[in-house]
Protein backbone atom coordinates (compact mmCIF):
# COMPACT_ATOMS: atom_id res chain seq x y z
CA UNK A 1 0.00 0.00 0.00
CA UNK A 2 2.81 2.48 1.08
CA UNK A 3 4.39 2.14 -2.56
CA UNK A 4 1.04 3.17 -4.48
CA UNK A 5 0.83 6.55 -2.29
CA UNK A 6 4.31 7.43 -3.84
CA UNK A 7 3.46 7.82 -7.22
CA UNK A 8 0.59 10.30 -6.69
CA UNK A 9 1.85 11.82 -4.19
CA UNK A 10 4.73 12.78 -6.98
CA UNK A 11 2.05 13.88 -9.47
CA UNK A 12 0.17 16.10 -6.76
CA UNK A 13 3.12 17.82 -6.30
CA UNK A 14 4.18 18.20 -9.61
CA UNK A 15 0.86 19.32 -10.92
CA UNK A 16 0.82 22.18 -8.14
CA UNK A 17 4.81 23.32 -8.80
CA UNK A 18 3.76 22.99 -12.52
CA UNK A 19 0.99 25.43 -12.30
CA UNK A 20 3.40 28.04 -10.00
CA UNK A 21 0.68 26.91 -7.16
CA UNK A 22 2.41 26.46 -4.07
CA UNK A 23 1.54 23.54 -1.60
CA UNK A 24 0.14 26.91 0.96
CA UNK A 25 -2.08 28.10 -2.13
CA UNK A 26 -0.47 31.00 -3.01
CA UNK A 27 1.02 31.51 -6.73
CA UNK A 28 3.79 33.22 -7.27
CA UNK A 29 3.83 36.53 -8.85
CA UNK A 30 5.81 35.24 -11.47
CA UNK A 31 3.86 33.20 -12.45
CA UNK A 32 1.26 35.65 -13.57
CA UNK A 33 3.01 38.48 -14.13
CA UNK A 34 6.47 39.63 -15.83
CA UNK A 35 7.06 43.68 -15.62
CA UNK A 36 3.86 44.04 -14.41
CA UNK A 37 1.80 42.53 -17.60
CA UNK A 38 0.31 39.61 -17.66
CA UNK A 39 2.69 36.39 -18.61
CA UNK A 40 -0.35 34.58 -20.49
CA UNK A 41 -2.90 37.16 -21.22
CA UNK A 42 -5.56 34.75 -21.81
CA UNK A 43 -5.05 32.93 -18.91
CA UNK A 44 -5.44 36.25 -16.57
CA UNK A 45 -8.43 37.33 -19.21
CA UNK A 46 -9.94 33.85 -17.87
CA UNK A 47 -9.34 34.49 -14.11
CA UNK A 48 -11.10 37.65 -14.48
CA UNK A 49 -13.52 38.69 -11.81
CA UNK A 50 -11.90 35.56 -9.49
CA UNK A 51 -10.20 34.97 -6.04
CA UNK A 52 -6.81 34.49 -6.14
CA UNK A 53 -3.79 34.02 -3.51
CA UNK A 54 -0.60 35.95 -4.87
CA UNK A 55 2.89 35.69 -3.48
CA UNK A 56 5.17 38.86 -4.40
CA UNK A 57 7.28 41.75 -3.13
CA UNK A 58 6.08 45.43 -2.32
CA UNK A 59 6.86 48.06 -4.73
CA UNK A 60 8.45 50.41 -2.62
CA UNK A 61 8.30 53.05 -4.74
CA UNK A 62 4.72 52.56 -5.69
CA UNK A 63 2.47 53.27 -2.34
CA UNK A 64 -0.57 55.82 -2.56
CA UNK A 65 -2.72 56.75 -0.01
CA UNK A 66 -4.33 60.04 2.05
CA UNK A 67 -2.73 62.47 4.58
CA UNK A 68 -2.67 59.81 7.35
CA UNK A 69 -0.72 57.40 4.65
CA UNK A 70 1.62 60.01 4.12
CA UNK A 71 1.92 60.81 7.48
CA UNK A 72 3.12 56.80 8.06
CA UNK A 73 5.21 56.88 4.99
CA UNK A 74 7.29 60.44 4.99
CA UNK A 75 9.27 60.00 1.81
CA UNK A 76 7.98 56.62 0.58
CA UNK A 77 4.51 58.20 -0.01
CA UNK A 78 4.13 58.18 -3.70
CA UNK A 79 0.97 60.28 -3.79
CA UNK A 80 -2.67 60.00 -3.38
CA UNK A 81 -4.83 57.14 -3.06
CA UNK A 82 -7.26 55.79 -5.81
CA UNK A 83 -9.74 57.97 -3.57
CA UNK A 84 -10.78 58.82 -0.02
CA UNK A 85 -11.68 55.23 1.28
CA UNK A 86 -8.96 53.34 -0.55
CA UNK A 87 -5.44 52.94 -0.56
CA UNK A 88 -2.75 51.40 -3.26
CA UNK A 89 0.36 49.50 -3.23
CA UNK A 90 2.09 47.81 -5.80
CA UNK A 91 3.75 44.34 -6.30
CA UNK A 92 7.03 42.97 -8.25
CA UNK A 93 7.08 39.29 -9.42
CA UNK A 94 10.60 39.33 -8.22
CA UNK A 95 12.32 41.58 -5.07
CA UNK A 96 15.03 42.48 -7.93
CA UNK A 97 12.89 44.00 -10.32
CA UNK A 98 12.54 47.65 -11.03
CA UNK A 99 10.72 49.96 -9.97
CA UNK A 100 7.30 50.28 -11.68
CA UNK A 101 7.04 46.57 -12.83
CA UNK A 102 4.56 45.69 -10.95
CA UNK A 103 1.21 45.48 -10.18
CA UNK A 104 -1.55 47.37 -8.52
CA UNK A 105 -3.56 46.26 -5.18
CA UNK A 106 -6.20 47.66 -3.69
CA UNK A 107 -6.73 47.97 -0.19
CA UNK A 108 -9.70 49.52 1.85
CA UNK A 109 -8.94 51.61 4.74
CA UNK A 110 -9.28 50.15 7.80
CA UNK A 111 -7.93 49.08 11.07
CA UNK A 112 -5.26 47.38 9.34
CA UNK A 113 -3.68 49.87 7.17
CA UNK A 114 -1.42 51.62 9.50
CA UNK A 115 0.27 48.75 10.65
CA UNK A 116 1.06 47.78 7.16
CA UNK A 117 2.41 51.21 5.99
CA UNK A 118 4.44 51.15 9.29
CA UNK A 119 6.14 47.84 8.14
CA UNK A 120 6.25 48.62 4.80
CA UNK A 121 8.07 52.28 5.19
CA UNK A 122 10.62 51.03 7.88
CA UNK A 123 11.47 47.80 5.72
CA UNK A 124 12.54 50.42 2.85
CA UNK A 125 14.36 52.67 5.17
CA UNK A 126 15.94 49.41 6.14
CA UNK A 127 16.49 48.47 2.44
CA UNK A 128 14.38 45.39 3.09
CA UNK A 129 12.15 44.01 0.65
CA UNK A 130 8.64 43.22 2.02
CA UNK A 131 7.59 40.06 0.81
CA UNK A 132 3.45 39.55 0.55
CA UNK A 133 1.13 37.05 0.05
CA UNK A 134 -2.43 38.71 -0.76
CA UNK A 135 -5.70 37.42 -1.24
CA UNK A 136 -7.98 39.29 -3.24
CA UNK A 137 -10.03 39.24 -6.84
CA UNK A 138 -7.86 39.56 -10.10
CA UNK A 139 -9.00 41.58 -12.87
CA UNK A 140 -7.10 41.56 -16.59
CA UNK A 141 -7.71 45.22 -18.54
CA UNK A 142 -6.35 46.15 -22.19
CA UNK A 143 -2.80 48.14 -21.45
CA UNK A 144 -1.70 50.34 -25.11
CA UNK A 145 1.86 50.67 -25.08
CA UNK A 146 4.06 52.12 -27.46
CA UNK A 147 4.96 48.28 -28.52
CA UNK A 148 1.32 47.29 -29.03
CA UNK A 149 -1.69 46.03 -26.84
CA UNK A 150 -0.55 44.32 -23.46
CA UNK A 151 -2.79 43.17 -20.28
CA UNK A 152 -2.19 44.47 -17.57
CA UNK A 153 -3.83 43.52 -14.20
CA UNK A 154 -4.90 44.18 -10.61
CA UNK A 155 -6.30 42.73 -7.53
CA UNK A 156 -8.65 44.05 -5.22
CA UNK A 157 -8.62 42.92 -1.38
CA UNK A 158 -11.90 42.95 0.89
CA UNK A 159 -9.52 44.11 3.52
CA UNK A 160 -5.53 44.62 4.94
CA UNK A 161 -6.32 41.19 6.54
CA UNK A 162 -6.06 39.97 3.36
CA UNK A 163 -2.83 41.12 3.06
CA UNK A 164 0.15 39.00 5.15
CA UNK A 165 3.90 39.75 5.75
CA UNK A 166 5.80 36.58 5.46
CA UNK A 167 8.63 36.72 8.56
CA UNK A 168 11.27 34.46 5.89
CA UNK A 169 13.25 36.85 3.32
Known sequence: MRKMFYPYALVVALLLFGCGLQPDGYTPASSITKNGFAW???QMRERHGQKV???GYVDQGNIYGDEGARDILGEWWSGDGPDANTWRFDVKANPSDEVGHSFSVYVPNDAGRDELLARFAADARAQKQTRVSVTGTMYAFDA????GARTGVYMQTQSSADINLDQAQ
Open 40 to 42: NAQ
Open 53 to 55: MVR
Open 144 to 147: PTLG
